[in-house]
């Protein structure tokens, strides 16, 4: 045979294989799409053929997701650590509306309002809705840049992009723990309303005991705003938007959580000018929904000044949470009375 027709069978040879290489691998790419899809590891509501309304116990990140569209809740409570201990049990006894907590530790402003508009999208008309503008909300990145990961696409708007989302190493491992998760005839279950209870965890830290703990805990914040969070404050727009969606009749509070003195700026300082800035924008942004209201808790006094309410500068412990809960639900009711 001559060398030349040798070489062209051989590069025939060659190319069917990798026809047939790439062939096989899309095929078991759009296999596992198709299933992926079809399993809704996190129970989405996006395919229900085997939704139970529920997930296994696992991080609020991606739990979320089945919480945020339960019709069994009208209230929610979004935010991240700093407003994670308003328990939303206590909320509901005191306003009768179902609340479900929502609050994801180290989010800031960007991947809480994609949980807002998640909500937002499965409960067209909720009843009240607790935002919680920490310092986070005073960045001047207009992209609300954070970090720390976070599934953006498993709240996405856009098909294409949740597709995107699932076709991660992660992920595919839900997939196959769902799978043998929903076969099982006693399954164990995410807390359907959220509620995270931080006590037991940072206690096993040592903080509470710990003299280092105390030490930062004690130490000053500075006379100088952190860096990028001296204005201007884009955050405050994007809630303006976000609110354009919530229905006049919706009672939206916002808290400011409370803050160890320590953390507090002296006042006249750069600081302080800063952050009564951000204060003032995040403000005027809420005030545009009719049935809001703003709830200061970073402030000086009494209860900032008393170490046993906080284990560090801006994470507080139940005695704290149970009063900034009972103002919450006061505001509420408050919101929520007929207007003459």
Known sequence: MPARETQERSGDAWRGFARLLVGTAAALALGYLALAFAVD?????????????????????????????????????????????????????LTHIPFVQLAIPATGPGEQLSVLDWFLRHHPAPAAIVLAPDD????????????????????????????????????????????????????????????????????????????????????????????????????????????????AETAVVAVQPPVYHAGLPRPGTPRAAAEAACAAAIGQALATHPRSALLDWRRDGETARDPALFFDRTHYRHPLARRVAEDIAAAILRLRAPKE
């Open 41 to 93: 590891p996190y129970d989405s509501g996006r395919s229900r053929l085997f939704s139970v309304g529920a997930v296994r116990p696992q991080g609020p990140r991606t739990a979320a997701a089945v919480r945020g569209r339960d019709a069994a809740f009208s209230g929610a409570i979004i935010g991240n650590s700093h407003i994670q201990l308003i328990e939303p049990a206590r909320l509901s006894a």
């Open 136 to 247: 986070f909300w005073c960045t001047d990145d207009p992209a609300l840049a954070n970090d720390k990961p976070f599934p953006f696409w498993l709240f996405a708007r856009d098909l294409p992009g949740y597709l995107r989302g699932l076709m991660r190493y992660a992920v595919a491992q839900e997939v196959v723990g769902r799978i043998g998760w929903l076969v099982k005839t006693r399954r164990p279950l995410a807390r359907a309303d959220g509620w995270w209870d931080y006590e037991p965890d940072y206690l096993n830290l040592g903080f509470g005991r710990d003299p280092k703990w105390e030490a930062t805990r004690e130490a000053p914040v500075p006379d100088t705003p952190d860096p990028r969070k001296a204005g201007p404050f884009p955050a405050a727009e994007r809630l303006r938007a976000a609110l354009a969606q919530v229905p």
